[in-house]
Nanobody, 125 residues
Framework: VQLQASGGGLVQAGGSLRLSCAAS????????MGWFRQAPGKEREFVAA????????YYADSVKGRFTISRNSAKNTVYLQMNSLKPEDAAVYYC???????????????????WGQGTQVTVSS
């Protein structure tokens, strides 16, 4: 499975961005996809996840109500719509795919098997 993340950029606080993650290869083995982010000097943290076939979603408390994860199964693509962005949302955002059929929300980075290259999100205050 290969993951290609895109959509990052520079935005003012309060603005919006939509990240995309296109999956290719053996996508039929994917059970869940997630977004993580990592700011300089900080650990990689969970942002959101979605089950590949059922559409169940999970969010970090810090982004609930502002971010929305969705998927387009026909395009093998997962999106992260980010609204009301804050300076603390600035980070490199990574998408990831989990091939394990575990029912959990996928909050930990070690639960994922495949990773995209990351896309930079910068939020100016």
């Amino acid at each position: 499975v290969q993951l290609q993340a895109s959509g990052g950029g520079l935005v003012q606080a309060g603005g919006s961005l939509r990240l995309s993650c296109a999956a290719s290869g053996r996508t039929f083995i994917i059970y869940k996809m997630g977004w993580f982010r990592q700011a300089p000097g900080k650990e990689r943290e969970f942002v959101a996840a979605i089950s590949w076939n059922g559409g169940t979603t999970y969010y970090a408390d810090s982004v609930k109500g502002r971010f929305t994860i969705s998927r387009n199964s026909a395009k093998n693509t997962v999106y992260l719509q980010m609204n009301s962005l804050k300076p603390e949302d600035a980070a490199v955002y990574y998408c990831a795919a989990d091939r394990s059929p575990s029912p959990g929300p996928g909050l930990e980075h070690y639960e994922y098997d495949y990773w995209g290259q990351g896309t930079q999100v910068t939020v100016s205050s």
